[in-house]
């Protein structure tokens, strides 16, 4: 899936939409999504059958990078 392509796009809307949903426990977290945007699972597919969860977020950064290269 190409990065920021309009699959991608997708997927961070609707993680984004649920993320809002849950309570930040610091500023340094992020929210992360699974199954991954990189597979065919992600959340931007429509069904709604994904999860999110706010994790560090500088490991998030670095696995979120190793993924994406």
Same mark, same amino acid.
Request: with cysteine; hydrophobic share 30%.
């Given at each position: 899936? !190409? *990065? $920021? %392509?309009? +699959? @991608?796009?997708? =997927? /961070?809307?609707?993680?984004?939409? !649920?993320?809002?949903?849950?309570?930040?426990?610091?500023?340094?977290? $992020?929210? &992360? /999504? *699974?199954?991954? !945007?990189?597979?065919? $699972?992600?959340?931007?597919? %429509? &069904?709604? =059958?994904?999860?999110?969860? *706010?994790? +560090?977020?500088? $490991? =998030?950064?670095?696995? %979120? %990078?190793?993924?994406? @290269?």
């Amino acid at each position: 899936m !190409a *990065y $920021q %392509g309009t +699959d @991608w796009k997708k =997927n /961070e809307a609707a993680k984004d939409i !649920a993320c809002a949903t849950i309570p930040k426990p610091t500023p340094k977290d $992020q929210c &992360d /999504e *699974y199954p991954f !945007a990189t597979t065919l $699972q992600r959340a931007g597919k %429509g &069904d709604g =059958n994904f999860s999110v969860k *706010y994790v +560090d977020g500088s $490991q =998030n950064g670095s696995a %979120g %990078g190793i993924l994406r @290269w």
